[in-house]
């Protein structure tokens, strides 16, 4: 079973920064897919980031530019570095897990995703 652990949230101004941290519990599979995702209130959740094993990330379009995922697989520890934060960044932030089928790619859908964490909220005023 895995366990993700976020944390680094918090609240910051329109232009600010964030850095949100994901401690992952020992990882089975050597093929694998990690992602953050976030949910607005009234909203359906939506990928922010996607990176595989081979640390090839996928930003989604709202937080290119703004937003860089690492990963550090010696301490099982996802990072996101979150620059230039807007108020419609303001969300609860996910990480999340899956394993990677051989030669797909990660899915932005968070239906595709096993594990989860408890999430950490993001709030950027104006």
């Known amino acids: 079973q895995v366990q993700l652990v976020e944390s680094g949230g918090g609240s910051v101004q329109a232009g600010g920064s964030l850095r949100l941290s994901c401690a992952a519990s020992?990882?089975?599979?050597?093929?694998?897919?990690m992602g953050w995702f976030r949910q607005a209130p009234g909203k359906e959740r939506e990928g922010v980031v996607t990176?595989?094993?081979?640390?090839?990330?996928t930003y989604a379009d709202s937080v290119k530019g703004r937003f860089t995922v690492s990963k550090d697989s010696a301490k099982n520890t996802l990072y996101l570095q979150m620059n230039s934060l807007k108020p419609e960044d303001t969300a609860m932030y996910y990480c999340?897990?899956?394993?990677?089928?051989?030669?797909?790619?990660?899915?932005?859908?968070?239906?595709?995703?096993?594990?989860w964490g408890q999430g950490t909220q993001v709030t950027v005023s104006s």
């Open positions: 999340a897990a899956a394993p990677r089928h051989y030669g797909s790619n990660c899915s932005p859908s968070p239906n595709e995703y096993t594990y």
């Open positions: 990176i595989d094993d081979l640390l090839i990330p």
């Open positions: 020992e990882y089975a599979y050597s093929r694998n897919c």
